[in-house]
């Protein structure tokens, strides 16, 4: 499959009043079509920091590039002007924001949201974008699109509103869909038909996906391949099955502990006890390591390389060196990993 997407060791800092935030460190990874990579880690990891440089949505300054680069079709995106990313947007890459009712207008119509970017972009006639609009409605269950689109978004319930963000997104045939948490905000039966969406739309187009999401459960639904980010460093990645099945980053096996259990009589919900670390002064070595109950000398002092497990599963840490102690993952994590 066609490489769509090439993050090359990353980083991204913020420059505040308290001084740098060293949001995203040197973060690799790269997306192929119709493929959706799964981006998990708990808020502040870095995950949609990430994402909304691809799309290039943060604020530079306060924001900074640090260091590396984001290949688009093999061409260097990071340093394109506001007047090269526009055509970027929409075209090659389309957003799925978390909240549908911030990410759409709410005193425009839902069709003329739709169809800007067509006139703008694809040089469509008024009609031709209705044309267009009507049929991504359709595309995107949208019921009766011919009355729909003259409305606004008040008029669309929570799970309507997704789905018209969703032709937004897809309007101009994007390559590469981003979608940030694009389910958090609906109930779960809205978000599993947001999800079948999702892949059917990927299937038909080919689309490559980028899912940010802190739920395990939609990775399990979604993903291809996973990438697990922690203190703004991607630290371990796999397919969708490596990483539920034989996780082998102590971080990972936490967040797959933190899985509701159905089968748990006690229904206790396990946590990672402890806090993330501080992105202004980040740890030197392993960035878990605060809250590692394995944790060694060496993880405090020296930041693990990646130890490949197979050619698609590395993991970055000091467990996976021959010299350290064998240790297994706790039992209890497999039973919340039902796919
Ligand atoms: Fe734990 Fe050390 Fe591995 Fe980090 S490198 S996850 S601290 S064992």
């Known amino acids: 499959m066609k490489k769509l997407l090439e993050v090359n060791n990353l980083s991204i800092s913020f420059h505040t009043y308290g001084g740098e935030v060293q949001a995203v460190r040197d973060v690799n990874f790269d997306l192929h079509e119709g493929e959706t990579l799964a981006i998990v880690g708990e808020s502040g990891s870095g995950k949609s920091v990430t994402v909304q440089s691809i799309m290039r949505l943060l604020s530079m300054p306060p924001g900074e590039f640090k260091s590396g680069s984001i290949l688009m ?56 974008a209705k044309e267009r609009g009507l049929e991504l409605l359709r595309l995107v269950g949208i019921p009766n699109p011919e009355r729909r689109i003259n409305q606004y978004p008040h008029e669309y319930s929570g799970g309507m509103r997704q789905r018209a963000v969703i032709a937004i997104a897809l309007s101009c045939d994007p390559k590469i869909l981003i979608a940030d948490e694009p389910t958090t905000a609906l109930d779960v039966t809205i978000q599993a038909q947001i999800l079948e969406l999702l892949r059917d739309i990927q299937s038909k ?28 460093k991607i630290v371990e990645t796999g397919t969708v099955d490596e990483i539920f099945y034989q996780p082998k980053h102590p971080y990972t ?41 394995h944790a060694m000398k060496v993880c405090d002092q020296h930041m693990p390389d990646y130890i490949e497990s197979s050619s698609t599963q590395k993991t970055a840490c000091w467990l996976l060196d021959e010299r350290a102690p064998k240790v297994a993952p706790p039992e209890n994590i497999f039973a919340g990993g039902d796919k």
């Open 253 to 293: 096996w936490g967040l797959l502990g933190s899985m509701p259990k159905v089968d748990d009589a006690k229904g206790d919900l396990q946590s990672i006890p402890g806090s993330p670390p501080d992105l202004k002064d980040p740890p030197k070595g392993c960035p878990f390591a605060a809250r590692c109950p």
């Open 73 to 128: 079709n093999g061409e260097d995106i990071v340093h394109k002007t506001e007047k090269e990313m526009e055509n970027i947007r929409g075209q090659e890459m389309g957003m799925i924001f978390q909240d549908p009712m911030t990410s759409l207008n709410p005193t425009m119509k839902v069709g003329r949201q739709i169809t800007e970017g067509l006139i703008k972009h694809q040089n469509m006639s008024k009609e031709e």
């Open 205 to 232: 187009r080919k689309t490559g996906i980028v899912l940010i999401t802190h739920d395990l459960g939609v990775v399990a639904n979604a993903a291809d391949r996973v990438a697990v980010m922690y203190g703004g």
